[in-house]
Each structure stands twice: as structure tokens, then as C-alpha cells.
């Protein structure tokens, strides 16, 4: 859990697919619901989620008994946990802005082109920059 508090949910569905721990699965199984969840009942973009809170507490546990010599018995604890995951979507004025903003990157990258001067040196040609 420590490992994907501050990553987009979507990237760490991603990563917990890689993560060689028991708990990873059903982590990841917890954050896709949450996440489809937020998709379908609120309306919000898988891209605009944020973790805003995961808990993991400790649960019941069921008490079971295993049978030793002498009519005896060992206690057995199975312990189970309940996870916790909240979402909050980014607003949609910040979503706006960024978009912009990166539609304003693509279009200063598309009106300066770079030019390439060549020169030939020799046999090879030489390929210089040119802003």
C-alpha cells in the first residue's frame, strides 16, 4: 500500500500486477472497483482521480480449533482485514487548464520546425541545427 499512495489510481492497478505480495491481488481487485465505481455513479474521468485516503484495519477473525494428541486442541486465528479506498476527482476547471496547456505545448512544437543545414565535409554530410 505504502508503494501506490501517491500514484493515480490507474497507474497503480498497473503496478500492483507486478508486485510479488499475497495482498497485491486483492489490493488491486479493491482499487479497480473503487475506480469503476467513480466512472459510473459520479461521472468523473479515470484520468482525473487522486487517492484522497486507503486504510487497511484489521477485521474478525474466525476462531477455528485443530485437533492434537491426547484429546487436546490448538486455537487457530483467521484473520481477515478491511481495506478502504477513497477517491477524489481533480475539478474540471483544473482539467481544463491542463489540456490547454499541453494543446499550447503541441502547437509552439508544431510552429518552430526545426531547420537542418547540410554541409558536405568530405565523403559524409554534415547536419547542423539551426533555431
Given at each position: 500500500?505504502?508503494?501506490?499512495?501517491?500514484?493515480?489510481?490507474s497507474?497503480?492497478?498497473?503496478?500492483?500486477?507486478?508486485?510479488?505480495?499475497?495482498?497485491s491481488?486483492?489490493?488491486?481487485?479493491?482499487?479497480?472497483?473503487?475506480?469503476?465505481?467513480?466512472?459510473?455513479?459520479?461521472?468523473?474521468?479515470?484520468?482525473?482521480?487522486?487517492?484522497?485516503?486507503?486504510?487497511?484495519?484489521?477485521?474478525?477473525?474466525?476462531?477455528?480449533y485443530?485437533?492434537?494428541?491426547?484429546?487436546?486442541?490448538?486455537?487457530?486465528?483467521?484473520?481477515?482485514?478491511?481495506?478502504?479506498?477513497?477517491?477524489?476527482?481533480?475539478?474540471?476547471?483544473?482539467?481544463?487548464?491542463?489540456?490547454?496547456?499541453?494543446?499550447?505545448?503541441?502547437?509552439?512544437?508544431?510552429?518552430?520546425?526545426?531547420?537542418?543545414?547540410?554541409?558536405?565535409?568530405?565523403?559524409?554530410?554534415?547536419?547542423?541545427?539551426?533555431?
Amino acid at each position: 500500500m505504502d508503494q501506490i499512495k501517491k500514484m493515480p489510481p490507474s497507474k497503480a492497478v498497473t503496478m500492483l500486477d507486478f508486485i510479488n505480495k499475497s495482498a497485491s491481488l486483492v489490493l488491486r481487485k479493491v482499487i479497480a472497483s473503487a475506480i469503476a465505481n467513480a466512472k459510473n455513479n459520479h461521472n468523473l474521468k479515470e484520468d482525473a482521480l487522486l487517492f484522497k485516503r486507503i486504510e487497511v484495519a484489521s477485521g474478525p477473525a474466525f476462531k477455528r480449533y485443530r485437533p492434537i494428541s491426547r484429546g487436546r486442541v490448538h486455537p487457530i486465528l483467521k484473520r481477515t482485514s478491511h481495506i478502504r479506498v477513497v477517491l477524489e476527482g481533480k475539478p474540471e476547471q483544473e482539467l481544463k487548464k491542463q489540456s490547454q496547456e499541453s494543446q499550447n505545448q503541441v502547437k509552439d512544437s508544431q510552429e518552430k520546425p526545426l531547420k537542418i543545414s547540410e554541409e558536405k565535409v568530405g565523403k559524409k554530410w554534415d547536419k547542423k541545427l539551426i533555431q
